[in-house]
């Protein structure tokens, strides 16, 4: 089993950058597909950004692309969102999740394992 404790959401204001991170419990975090959700008022989760086991293949949603970089520490069993040029739209409830296998899959129904979620609030 793996806990997911995620920190660095705040408020920030637009065009500006965080880094959230994402500690995991356990000694297996290497075999975990990780990946960032992201939740909004009224909307549904959404995909944001993946990272297989190595962290050598990622894959970011559309929205995110170019702004937003995945990446993870399996040494410090930590996974990283950094999320610059930030966007009003970008404000939402971040969650890190975890998947048992490699793959950097966007489907949230394969991610066992969820954060408790960190507020990221960008001003206009």
């Known amino acids: 089993q793996v806990q997911l404790v995620e920190s660095g959401g705040g408020l920030v204001q637009a065009g500006g950058s965080l880094r959230l991170s994402c500690a995991a419990s356990?000694?297996?975090?290497?075999?975990?597909?990780m990946a960032w959700f992201r939740q909004a008022p009224d909307k549904e989760r959404e995909f944001v950004a993946a990272?297989?086991?190595?962290?050598?293949?990622?894959s970011n949603s559309d929205s995110v692309k170019g702004r937003f970089t995945i990446s993870r520490d399996n040494a410090k069993n930590t996974v990283y969102l950094q999320m610059n040029s930030l966007k009003p739209e970008d404000t939402a409830v971040y969650y890190c999740?975890?998947?048992?296998?490699?793959?950097?899959?966007?489907?949230?129904?394969?991610?066992?394992?969820w954060g408790q979620g960190t507020q990221v609030t960008v001003s206009s």
């Open positions: 999740a975890a998947a048992a296998g490699s793959l950097a899959t966007r489907v949230d129904h394969s991610y066992a394992y």
């Open positions: 356990g000694r297996t975090f290497r075999m975990y597909a």
């Open positions: 990272s297989s086991r190595s962290g050598v293949v990622t």
